[in-house]
């Protein structure tokens, strides 16, 4: 059962364009929703994170929008750069004890020159 | 700090034998997790530990998958025999914040090649 749906599979982008990844969950009892971003050769690295009681997070180029209702959240890189190349996941978990985090199945990021 | 330790960084090994891969976790983190990322699958949780306590192992696919923990800077993941459906990219990850282990830190990875 897969509870966090990732899209796009794979995303090429120009250099200074905008990236967005999408998310989707089904289990109402998440509530942290981070972004792990993981370059060839390494282990996946926390990039941003957002708690439902906003709607939108930003850190430098990157952006959380979040969508409660819609059970959605969204990861924005502006001006995207060719050292965002990257994959990228989307996570989720849930505001009981005991969990862990449910990893969505990856966006593989190009920027092109 | 010198992050999660793994090793090796790469196995090589052939059907039926056994395969040990190796782990320390970030000093002073509480929580331990296995994870194996394939391309078909993502990345899959395996086991994780709580104070070196094995707290939840259903994500191990069977049998020959076993984990330990004997000390907080510590802990190995052991698959006998070893199968060529098992090769992948195997990552252990710490975490600071406990049971709800919400900012894990990963390693490198393994990568494990059964031929």
């Known amino acids: 059962q897969q509870q966090v749906k990732q899209s796009p599979q794979s995303l090429i982008v ?3 364009g905008i990236s967005i990844i999408n998310c989707a969950y089904e289990n109402t009892a998440f509530d942290y929703f981070p972004w792990y971003q993981q370059f060839p050769g ?7 994170a957002i708690r439902p009681d906003v709607s ?7 952006t959380i929008s979040f969508n409660k209702s819609a059970k959605q959240f969204s990861l924005h890189i502006m001006d995207s750069q060719p050292g965002d190349s990257a994959t990228y996941f989307c996570a989720a ?7 862990k985090l449910t990893f969505g199945t990856g966006t593989r990021l190009t920027i092109i020159p | 700090d010198a992050g999660v330790i ?10 039926g034998q056994e395969v ?20 078909m699958r993502g990345l899959e949780l395996l086991i994780y530990f709580n104070n070196n306590v094995p707290i939840d192992d259903s994500g191990m696919p069977e049998d020959r998958f076993s984990a330990k923990m004997p000390n907080a800077s510590f802990s190995t993941l052991k698959i006998q025999p070893s199968e060529p459906r098992d090769s992948a990219v195997y990552f252990c990850a710490s975490s600071p914040g406990g049971i709800r282990n919400e900012k894990l830190f990963f390693g490198s990875g393994t ?3 059964v031929l």
């Open chain 2, 6 to 15: 793994q090793s090796p960084r790469h196995e090589v090994t052939e059907m």
């Open chain 1, 56 to 62: 939108e997070k930003k850190e430098g180029r990157f």
């Open chain 1, 14 to 16: 120009q250099k200074g």
């Open chain 2, 20 to 39: 040990t891969l190796r782990c320390k976790p970030i000093s002073g983190h509480n929580s331990l997790f296995w994870y194996r990322q394939t391309m």
């Open chain 1, 42 to 48: 390494k282990g996946p690295a926390l990039l941003i």
């Open chain 2, 111 to 113: 990568q494990l090649s």
């Open chain 1, 93 to 99: 978990t849930p505001n009981f004890g005991n969990e």
